[in-house]
């Protein structure tokens, strides 16, 4: 099952591996839902794990997740379901003002003479 999220970046959590080698990045996203705001926290898994480190709070995100449920027995505490939600692909759609200072900081060493070639 697919969901999409629009919000907004509240934190980004470390990465964390496992001794498998499994590694995963949870990432925070503030989502409007009326009156209130939910926080969802998604997570970032295997190679993508390192993209998570490429977001920064504030910025606004559209992220498209995977629904994973699992349950697990706890004995004579019953029966429990876990779900989690995994970010396949995910796009930025607002750019922050370091993001907006990186791109003019290219821009003008692309059009600055001081290239050899």
């Known amino acids: 099952m697919e969901l999409i999220i629009e919000g907004i970046v ?9 001794a498998s080698g499994f590694r995963k990045c949870e990432v925070h996203v503030e989502v409007p839902d009326g009156e209130y705001k939910d926080i969802l926290p ?9 993209e998570a ?4 709070p504030g910025m606004k995100v559209k992220m498209r997740c995977n629904v994973r449920g699992r349950e697990w027995d706890g004995g004579e505490k019953g029966w429990r379901a876990f779900m989690s939600l995994t970010v396949w692909k995910y796009e ?8 907006k200072a990186q791109a003019a900081t290219i ?11």
């Open 42 to 50: 998604v997570e970032f898994i295997k190679d993508m794990a390192d």
């Open 107 to 117: 821009e003008k060493v692309a059009k600055s003479d001081g290239f050899p070639f």
């Open 92 to 99: 930025i759609m607002t750019e922050t003002e370091e993001m």
């Open 10 to 18: 509240r934190r980004v959590n470390q990465p964390q591996e496992f």
């Open 53 to 56: 480190g490429t977001l920064t």
